[in-house]
């Protein structure tokens, strides 16, 4: 039912900065915990970035700690991806991903792929050194 929208990804030397967008399609995005989500070649779809639908209990994978911030905009139903201190290991497709269910009423979010339930395309993330 809803449509996500990357962008903001390209080509960043090591030490660099991006900020990736997602825009959902619809006027219920509050009503979404959105994710980022990454997968290099051959590796598994890995968890990046998570922000409920209430609050400020941000999730981070620890390899991304310190370096990205999330952030949501209801008013522009986007959700938001700054990345500094890039890295070469940064390198993937980037995921933006929306999870339906209210969790510890809406003030948590999942690592689980599995626990969201809307994608959008991906944007490719490259990291040179």
């Known amino acids: 039912q809803v449509q996500l929208v990357e962008s903001g990804g390209g080509l960043v030397q090591a030490g660099g900065s991006l900020r990736l967008s997602c825009a959902a399609s619809?006027?219920?995005?509050?009503?979404?915990?959105m994710g980022w989500f990454r997968q290099a070649p051959g590796k598994e779809r890995e968890f990046v970035a998570a922000?409920?639908?209430?609050?400020?209990?941000?999730l981070y994978t620890d390899s991304v700690k310190g370096r990205f911030t999330i952030s949501r905009d209801n008013a522009e139903n986007s959700v938001f991806l700054q990345m500094n201190s890039l890295k070469p290991e940064d390198t993937a497709v980037y995921y933006c991903a929306a999870d339906r269910l209210l969790r510890n009423g809406g003030v948590s979010v999942s690592h689980f792929p599995h626990d969201y339930d809307y994608w959008g395309q991906g944007t490719q993330v490259t990291v040179f050194s």
């Open positions: 922000i409920p639908q209430r609050g400020g209990n941000t």
């Open positions: 619809g006027r219920t995005f509050s009503s979404y915990a």
